[in-house]
């Protein structure tokens, strides 16, 4: 999971906490969809806590900006870890990935979730 963290991700990527401001990912997602000519969708990626925020959100954007479509993708990450007592246990994170097209993609018919 440490390899995964240290990747640097795509500028279009947005990477939701559970204490994110919504008002700042939204200006986010407007200047990227919007604003600029650069992008033509934006990934939101939420675990666990965060992953009521990363509804609200796509739910926003979807009654601003016209004509936006979604695919939605809900996955699991297993994690490792060390207790006090030096016993190695298992914990499963539920993670949500929210795709918002200004276009649906040409394989949308393929695509589960969208």
Known sequence: ????????SPKNELRVGK?????????????LLVESEEYDYVIMRGAGGAIPKVVQIADICWRKIKGLSSHNEI???SEEFTTKDGETRERNIIMMK?????????NHNELVGY
């Open 1 to 8: 999971m440490a390899d995964q963290q240290d990747q640097e």
């Open 75 to 77: 996955t699991t990450l």
């Open 98 to 106: 929210v795709t918002l097209y200004k276009q649906p993609p040409e």
């Open 19 to 31: 204490l994110s401001s919504v008002g700042r990912q939204l200006g986010f997602i407007h200047k």
